[in-house]
């Protein structure tokens, strides 16, 4: 079954320092889906990067960089130059779906990580 | 404006007394999804849908039903609300599966006392 573990339950830096936040997945399949949302205090939930299993290319937007390691099943987030804008809970999430042929379209997150950015 | 709206933004109710909670989006999306969101249990998927009348279940499925007569709707009904269901509720929408962007509502928070 599809898992996804956020350990780090609560972070707080100050402003200006580098975070890393930590997603690790459990998957059977060999093609999946790796997502970043973002919930910010006034609670709704955004769309950050989404990523394919065959694209272990780290990506880079802005002060946001993500780390895809197959080798130990991670896909890490590092925000550069934190902002106090950047407060929010981080979730990590997975799709194991491979089009709709092949049913189980269940999306799974972890349980998020808390972050706080202290001006 | 593209969105998902979810109705109402907040409840308060009594156990057993049934209760449904609309969604709908614009975008012309196939795939819908409920999620609930619990403190320290992050975003948990109840039941999803792949398109008119293609429901599925989520990881948390007890205690809840839904329906897909059209594309653009998908409610989420509590026929016997009872108190572990108190909690935020996410509708989210996407074009064709859960393997895309997910486009979230704005959600709903329900109390069942």
């Known amino acids: 079954a599809q898992k996804v573990t956020q350990a780090q339950t609560e972070i707080s830096v100050v402003e200006k320092e580098d975070v890393t936040l930590d997603c690790v997945y459990e998957t059977r399949d060999t093609t999946y889906y790796l997502f970043w949302y973002k919930q910010p205090p006034s609670g709704e939930l955004v769309f950050l990067i989404r990523r394919n299993s065959f694209d272990e290319q780290n990506e880079i937007s802005g002060r946001y960089s993500w780390n895809f390691q197959k080798s130990t099943s991670s896909f890490n987030f590092t925000i550069t130059a934190s902002q106090v804008v950047d407060s929010a809970v981080y979730f990590c999430a997975l799709s194991e779906a491979r089009g709709s042929n092949f049913g189980n379209e269940k999306l799974t997150f972890g349980t998020g990580t808390r972050l706080t950015i202290i001006p | 404006e593209a969105q998902v709206t979810q109705n109402p933004r907040y409840l308060i109710t009594v156990t057993g007394k049934k209760l449904t909670v609309t969604c709908s989006q614009n975008?012309?999306?196939?795939?819908m999804s409920w999620y609930r969101q619990d403190p320290g249990l992050g975003l948990r998927q109840i039941y999803y849908s792949m398109n008119v009348e293609v429901t599925d279940k989520g990881d948390v499925p007890e205690g809840y039903k839904v329906s897909r007569k059209e594309k653009r709707n998908f409610p989420l009904i509590l026929e016997s609300p009872s108190p572990n269901q108190t909690s935020l509720y996410f509708c989210a929408s996407s074009a064709t599966g859960s393997h895309n962007e997910q486009f979230f509502g704005p959600g709903t928070r329900l109390t069942v006392l």
């Open positions: 975008m012309n999306h196939e795939y």
